[in-house]
Antibody, heavy 121, light 112 residues
């Protein structure tokens, strides 16, 4: 059973950088899956942030692309998210998820429990 | 605002059938991209409910079914149960200028 666990600071100052890590257990990050980040502002819907393959290939949401970096550490079986120049609008629960790609649109079959990141001074 | 529009809420009595629509356009659902559905219980992570328009993962009751036609998709819940009270999201890909994977606006299902 694949499990994902997010970790990182729950509070980030405005204009700072949000950094989160997703540890993968019960499976290899080098499998044929894309590893994604999704966020959900309090009381709102889901927003796809971006994804990474174990080769290091990435795709990002165009609306966040200039501020987002996703990286992978195969030795630790984990991947990470960095979001720079954060504002209060970036306050959200951040989820990591495993993407299964058969056609053009992956579906997310395993999710982390989510971690709330608040942007505030 | 998402390019996939869902009704904010739907409700039904136990045992009834409810449907949730996911309306897109020619740059996403209408372009042939698959639609997936997720259930999010309060305070928990989303759970995959339907993948590839109409396929159920192992463990998902057959009360849940999905379909797709034209620029829209639908999720149907038959034999509604109290435990089905949750938020539901569709997901697909949009190939417009801001190409990206996208989630629907979300629908709150209330069991009366």
């Amino acid at each position: 059973q694949v499990q994902l666990q997010e970790s990182g600071p729950g509070l980030v100052k405005p204009s700072g950088t949000l950094s989160l890590t997703c540890a993968v257990s019960g499976g290899s990050i080098s499998s044929s899956n894309w590893w994604s980040w999704v966020r959900q502002p309090p009381g709102k819907g889901l927003e796809w942030i971006g994804e990474i393959y174990h080769s290091g290939s990435t795709n990002y949401n165009p609306s966040l692309k200039s501020r987002v970096t996703i990286s992978v550490d195969k030795s630790k079986n984990q991947f990470s998210l960095k979001l720079s120049s954060v504002t209060a609008a970036d306050t959200a629960v951040y989820y990591c998820a495993r993407g299964v790609v058969v056609a053009a649109t992956p579906w997310y079959d395993y999710w982390g429990q989510g971690t709330l990141v608040t942007v505030s001074s | 605002q998402s390019v996939l529009t869902q009704p904010p809420s739907v409700s039904g009595a136990p045992g009834q059938r409810v449907t949730i629509s996911c309306t897109g356009s020619s740059s996403n659902i209408g372009a042939g991209y698959d639609v997936h559905w997720y259930q999010q219980l309060p305070g928990t992570a989303p759970k995959l409910l339907i993948y590839g328009n109409s396929n159920r993962p192992s463990g998902v009751p057959d009360r849940f079914s999905g379909s797709k036609s034209g620029t829209s998709a639908s999720l149907a819940i038959t034999g509604l149960q109290a435990e089905d009270e949750a938020d539901y999201y569709c997901q697909s890909y949009d190939s417009s200028l801001s190409a990206s994977y996208v989630f629907g606006t979300g629908t709150k299902v209330t069991v009366l």
